[in-house]
């Protein structure tokens, strides 16, 4: 607060937070176990291997997945996934037709129980500007080519509705598992910046 | 409120790298300022949408020069001070003490946490009154540049679009965030053609965006 953010000599961040935690513990105001707590869960409990799950339960199980895109929140909690930033969730489904791709370009807004904390680009300013006007060139430089004759949707996180999408399940995987499948299926793809492949 | 935050549309960001064996928490203050992020909603008696609009109000620098978790430092600390439970200078003096200067740490100062009822948890509500805008409605977007928190960005301002869908009720973060009551309203999913949004020769793509019913006008 009082220490300006353009001076060259303020302690860094890491320090800063170490302060902060201190000044908030001597006050009985946080508890280190808590905050351990929060860290693990979303460490080693919460990530996109549930979203993968649900990603590739709705690929064998067509009642499943009218479900999850009938009420995504309650086709999740089948799956046992909710929690904070989950309290309406909405499944987009990618065809060969239309590619959807999520973002918040306001904050940082993201379907935490289905895919945890969101990396890096999706925080990136990078990001959050231009997906919404630019996507196709966007999705292009990250790696994800679209056919000219894919519509394109972009989803603004701007409330507390939650986007989640369903990616298109790749050619040449009629024989694997339920398992298998969640297997292929990545974080990235259940944004809409790539699209799930088989493994090579 | 204008600013840094808002960034849909903006230009002059570069481009985006993905690292596909990027860790959860790069550095260990990382997780250290998740987690008290998410405490200093409680500590400090505040909410979300309080929390979201602190990190608004940094300097462009802050919400910039420390990156995601950097601006996550800061926003828990505006509202910590905010609330008094944490005096103004606090965090500098203490890391100051803790790189070895011999500083003197600032007196505690009045707690003043914000006084407001909760019509219940999380933000979903139901109310009562139906939708004022119906699924395949011509809607516009307000355009005005209001002070303080809101979740309708610049780029939607002013902007017409049609009714997607009518999602859950919810609790209005341009009131929850200034602490001036809930103000429950509709929420909808407006969608706009990125022709309304950026220009006859813009990219061909379809925006959705959720907005709360006060962000709205019907169209003449």
Redesign the interface.
């Known amino acids: 607060m009082s220490d300006d953010p353009r001076s060259t000599d303020r302690p860094p961040a890491s320090i800063r937070a170490e302060a902060l935690e201190e000044l908030l513990t001597e006050r009985g105001l946080v508890k280190t176990e808590v905050l351990d707590g929060f860290i693990n869960r979303y460490v080693n409990d919460v990530g996109p291997l549930n979203g993968a799950k649900v990603v590739a339960k709705a690929w064998v199980d067509p009642e499943y997945r009218a479900r999850l895109l009938e009420d995504g929140t309650g086709a999740i909690k089948e799956l046992g996934f909710a929690g904070p930033q989950g309290e309406h969730i909405v499944v987009v489904e990618n065809t060969e037709k239309l590619h959807n791709v999520v973002v918040c370009t306001l904050c940082s807004c993201y379907p935490w129980p289905v895919l945890g904390l969101p990396p890096a680009w999706y925080k990136d300013p990078a990001y959050r500007s231009r997906v919404v006007r630019e996507p196709r060139a966007l999705l292009q430089e990250m790696g994800l080519t679209l056919d000219q004759n894919v519509e394109i949707s972009v989803w603004d996180s701007s409330a507390e509705n939650r986007y989640f999408v369903l990616p298109i399940r790749p050619a040449g995987t009629e024989d694997l598992s339920e398992e298998e499948l969640a297997a292929l299926v990545t974080r990235d793809a259940m944004v809409g910046v790539a699209a799930v492949k088989v493994a090579a | 409120m204008d600013g840094i935050?808002?960034?849909?549309?903006?230009?002059g960001?570069?481009?985006?790298?993905?690292?596909p064996a990027?860790p959860?928490?790069?550095?260990?203050?990382h997780?250290?300022?998740?987690?008290?992020g998410?405490?200093?909603m409680g500590?400090s008696g505040t909410n979300l949408d309080a929390f979201?609009h602190a990190?608004e109000r940094?300097?462009p620098?802050?919400y910039?020069?420390?990156g995601?978790?950097?601006r996550w430092?800061?926003a828990?600390?505006?509202l910590?001070?905010d609330s008094g439970?944490?005096a103004?200078?606090?965090?500098?003096s203490?890391?100051?003490?803790?790189?070895g200067e011999d500083v003197v740490e600032p007196a505690d100062v009045e707690v003043r946490k914000p006084s407001y009822e909760r019509g219940g948890a999380?933000?979903?509500r139901v109310i009562e009154g139906k939708p004022a805008f119906t699924v395949g409605q011509q809607v516009k977007a307000h355009g005005v540049r209001k002070s303080g928190h809101t979740?309708?960005?610049a780029?939607i301002r002013g902007h017409v679009g049609v009714v997607e869908a009518i999602?859950?009720a919810?609790v209005l973060?341009d009131s929850t965030a200034h602490f001036t009551g809930e103000d429950a309203q509709h929420?909808y999913?407006v969608r706009f053609d990125?022709t309304e949004?950026?220009g006859s020769d813009?990219?061909?793509?379809?925006?959705?965006?959720?907005?709360?019913e006060s962000y709205m006008e019907e169209t003449s």
């Open positions: 935050h808002d960034m849909g549309g903006t230009q960001w570069g481009t985006v790298t993905i690292d990027e959860v928490f790069e550095e260990d203050w997780a250290r300022t998740f987690a008290l998410l405490a200093s500590a979201r990190l940094l300097h620098l802050e910039l020069g420390d995601y978790y950097g430092l800061a828990a600390e505006t910590l001070v439970v944490l103004p200078g606090a965090v500098e203490r890391a100051r003490r803790l790189l999380g933000s979903l979740r309708l960005p780029y999602r859950p919810a973060p929420v999913t990125s949004l950026w813009a990219e061909p793509s379809t925006l959705f965006i959720d907005l709360f």
